[in-house]
C-alpha cells in the first residue's frame, strides 16, 4: 500500500514563501513522476508541477504551470523518497489545498486522472 504524506502547508502574507513536502512509502519504484496539484474552494483540482525520475537516469525533467513558472520551484531526495515544493512570492490566488500525487510513468501528466496515488492534502492560505 503506497501512502503520501504532505507537510508544510500554513498560513502567510502575499510576498511569503511556504515549502511543501510529500513524503513516500509503502514500496520502492523504479520509475515515477510526483506531482502537485490544488484546488480551491469551487474550482477544479489543477496542475502545479510534476519531476520524475527513473533508476536508469542520472537526472530527471521538471514542468510548470504557467501560473507559477518563476515562483515555485520542485524537487526531489531520492534516498528519501520525497518531493519538497518550494513556493515563494506567494499571491492571494495561490491559496487551496495542495495534494501531493505519484503517478507509475516518467511521462510528466498535467491530468489528475493519471496519477495512480494521492495525498490527504494541506492547506495554503495566503493573505493580502
Known amino acids: 500500500q503506497v501512502q503520501l504524506v504532505e507537510s508544510g502547508g500554513g498560513l502567510v502574507q502575499a510576498g511569503g514563501s511556504l515549502r511543501l513536502s510529500c513524503a513516500a512509502s509503502?514500496?520502492?519504484?523504479?520509475?515515477?513522476?510526483m506531482a502537485w496539484f490544488r484546488q480551491a474552494p469551487g474550482r477544479e483540482r489543477e496542475f502545479v508541477t510534476a519531476?520524475?525520475?527513473?533508476?536508469?537516469?542520472?537526472?530527471?525533467?521538471?514542468r510548470y504551470a504557467d501560473s507559477v513558472t518563476g515562483r515555485f520551484t520542485i524537487s526531489r531526495h531520492n534516498a528519501k523518497a520525497t518531493v519538497y515544493l518550494q513556493m515563494n512570492s506567494l499571491k492571494p490566488e495561490d491559496t487551496a489545498v495542495y495534494y501531493c500525487?505519484?503517478?507509475?510513468?516518467?511521462?510528466?501528466?498535467?491530468?489528475?486522472?493519471?496519477?495512480?496515488?494521492w495525498g490527504q492534502g494541506t492547506q495554503v492560505t495566503v493573505s493580502s
Open positions: 500525487a505519484l503517478a507509475l510513468s516518467r511521462i510528466l501528466y498535467d491530468d489528475p486522472a493519471r496519477y495512480n496515488y
Open positions: 509503502g514500496r520502492t519504484f523504479s520509475t515515477y513522476t
Open positions: 519531476i520524475n525520475w527513473s533508476i536508469s537516469w542520472s537526472g530527471g525533467s521538471t
